[in-house]
């Protein structure tokens, strides 16, 4: 039977309470953290002095070097422009098929090219303080890449030009006056060509029991098709986060090349051609997290952080701290309307308009709680790394439980999103005969409300337990262990408001397939992202760092939180820019044709 839900009234009721447990909870913690630094707090000013009053000890820096600071500084300045302003409208732009992603990508090119021009004048006249750094080795590597990705953009536009074919797409825009689930039929969206139809397929997805039928907005995806079919009049979909590649003319042989150079181009090409697409959209893909890695190194080795066996404890929290300020850009793209086809943007998912393609579609719980495994399970041997041969400390052995709660988290996250699960489990209801019930219940025999999205708290508690852990870590300084604190509160409180989505939505279901940008997710999201850059800053180094400059841990909580402010309103604009400029190519088209 499906159970029966309390009224409004008990709702309210259940909602005030597990409000009012959560937060006293949480204070309860930081009161309980602040008279625990509070009484050791000058036994940790004593252990921070004599790390201020060794100057001389402390390496020289870049950051402290009087070589050339202009230069050193107009190379930060133009790669901050080109990787954090520039390449992300282009990468967007790229996705969306803009006409004008090619001279944005230009521009970034020449942003990037004149700052390793001053990058090459700074290594040549000041010392390598930072032998053999992984900056410089990985710095080219990504430039290269990024400017063949660039290359290939352009030779399929020249080779378009002389095959005389147009880069147009096939946007269609569904208005959003159509019926929705269960408010009508279920219609079609035509592409260019009238014999053609796209309709919407049933799909089992994660577990979804609605056997409504839904369609695409065009806030949610864009759908494109070839411009000339082939022989057999076949179609193509597309989307935002899909094959948006495909209309490079030299993987197309519908139209006949009017000079030698086009033919040839197209016969020796076509085969090999599809790698070059496939490689194209996994740059676009790629590209972002991978400038971030340089960036990252980038200031490792501006402050000469990580070297010799340090390296261990530097990956370790800036790899993590990494994935966590990830997790927050993407789940703030989750809330701006992202992935909405899978059913990741907290919508219905909509049905697959090709259920082979999108056959197995997991939900975003799925995925989270899969990587929570993976890195249980990878990371359970490498707790001990830096202190290879010598004996296991209490503190290994504490980070290693970590990762056993990873695994056993991730693993019943896994479970609880499997439908094969969740019928053997209702086996006790559905395995007695119908007859056992009566008429009344029979009617009831169906799945409920809650069925239809992921309900699934598992990665969010594993992530508020791994803040709870380490706000009370034990740290060497005072200093360290506020900044553990700050960054292990914020993404408890961040957990906390993924657990008031939940709330939310199981006493409301989402209805619709239009992302619902439930407000609870900004907050998740602003923690998990300002939680992850306090975390790479909580490493040993970097916190020695600190002190030796003279920045308090308040000093860092306080930047951090200005940056990730303007760094999430930066977002927003992006994938704004990515709809405006499908909406461009809707116009377009639609004038085009």
Known sequence: MAPILPGKGGHCISLVFFCFVVVTSALAHDNELENAHGHGAMNEIMADEPIIRNATEYPNTYFAHTECVGTIYAHIALMLIAWVFILPVAVVLSIARSRFTLAVQFIFLTFNAIGV?????????????????????????????????????????????????????????????????????????????????????????????????SIRNSSISTICADEGGTGEGHTKEYDHVGDDFENLPLSRGDSPRTTFVARIAQIGSYDIWRYFEL??????????PFGFIVLATGITTFARLFEGNAIFGGLAHWIKGGVFFWLGLFNLGRWSGSFAELGWAWNLRPKAYNSQRLSFRPSAEFVESALILFYGSTNIFLEHLSGWGSEWSAQDLEHMAITVLFIGGGLCGILIESTCIRELLNTTTTAIPTNSYSYEE????????????????????????????????HQATMTASMVHKQWGTLLLWASVARGFTYVLFYIKPPKSILPSRPPTELLSSFGLIAGGIIFMASSADTVSGMIHY???AMFLYTVTMGLVGMLMAWEVIVLAIKGWAVRQELTRNVYAS
């Open 550 to 552: 003279g920045l308090d």
């Open 117 to 213: 021009v001053l990058a090459l004048i700074y290594n040549a006249n000041t010392p390598d303080l930072y032998p053999n750094n992984a900056h410089h080795k990985i710095g080219w590597i990504i430039t290269w890449v990024v400017s063949a990705h660039v290359l290939v953009n352009l030779a399929g536009r020249i080779v378009n030009a002389w095959g005389g074919k147009s880069m147009n797409t096939c946007y269609k825009e569904l208005p959003p006056s159509l019926p929705m689930s269960g408010q009508g039929s279920t219609p079609f969206v035509r592409n260019s060509n009238p014999n053609e139809e796209y309709r919407t397929s049933d799909d089992s997805g994660h577990g979804t029991a609605s056997a409504s039928s």
């Open 279 to 288: 490689g194209y959209k996994a740059v676009d893909r790629i590209i972002l």
């Open 442 to 473: 029979q009617e009831l025999f169906q799945a409920p409300d809650s069925y239809e999205f992921s309900l699934n708290p598992m990665p969010a508690l594993v992530i508020l337990l791994l803040g709870i852990m380490m706000s009370s870590h």
